[in-house]
T-cell receptor, first 113, second 114 residues
């Protein structure tokens, strides 16, 4: 069974630009969560989507948004990029959330210059 | 406020010995706990989990212990192997209210020396 895939793997943007990251969950998984990993803040929850609806949201500004499609694929968007948005963005999928194990993708490394 | 803490940034053990990684939490509403390991340039890999109704869960070389009164959990790896060298993250969730939202600790770098 294919794992969670994320594209692109690496991205370089400049301040003020916007970026869209993509995540394809494991087949049959309907819950997709996004996390940001930085050296200073560690792994932090961004949001979770289930059946095309945002079910949970972390403490991030509105510049961070996401969506989920009917095939469970998910995208996250960051608008008006800031230097502090440089991070590894990880996507995780699970069957339905809650106590289902979350499986992570390899991440997208975003660098903002 | 750091609700999940891993106070040891690093741990070094000899191959064949036991590795013990520790994690403390402050939110008494957490009721599901997990351990992940992470290699550089890869996403975290699930290792083992435990529900708050249990105090121990075992899977092969990995055992997780939960002490609810102390709000402490630990991961034991026996015997440790060089391939276990990675960063280990402890994570917790409140299943009832926030479903799959995981709160992670800062991670512990485990090095297993041959």
């Amino acid at each position: 069974k294919a794992g969670v895939t994320q594209t692109p793997r690496y991205l370089i943007k400049t301040r003020g630009q916007q970026v869209t990251l993509s995540c394809s969950p494991i087949s049959g998984h309907r819950s997709v969560s996004w996390y940001q990993q930085t050296p200073g803040q560690g792994l932090q929850f961004l949001f979770e989507y289930f059946s095309e609806t945002q079910r949970n949201k972390g403490n991030f500004p509105g510049r961070f948004s996401g969506r989920q499609f009917s095939n469970s694929r998910s995208e996250m968007n960051v608008s008006t990029l800031e230097l502090g948005d440089s991070a590894l963005y990880l996507c995780a999928s699970s069957r339905s959330g809650s106590t289902d194990t979350q499986y992570f993708g390899p991440g997208t490394r975003l660098t903002v210059l | 406020d750091q609700q999940v803490k891993q106070n040891s940034p690093s741990l070094s053990v000899q191959e064949g010995r036991i590795s013990i990684l520790n994690c403390d939490y402050t939110n008494s509403m957490f009721d599901y706990f997990l351990w992940y390991k992470k290699y550089p340039a890869e996403g975290p890999t699930f290792l083992i989990s435990i529900s708050s109704i249990k105090d121990k869960n075992e899977d092969g070389r990995f055992t997780v212990f939960l002490n609810k009164s102390a709000k402490h959990l630990s991961l034991h790896i026996v015997p440790s192997q060089p391939g276990d060298s990675a960063v280990y993250f402890c994570a917790a969730s409140e299943v009832e209210t926030s479903g799959s939202r995981l709160t992670f600790g800062e991670g512990t770098q485990l090095t297993v020396n041959p």
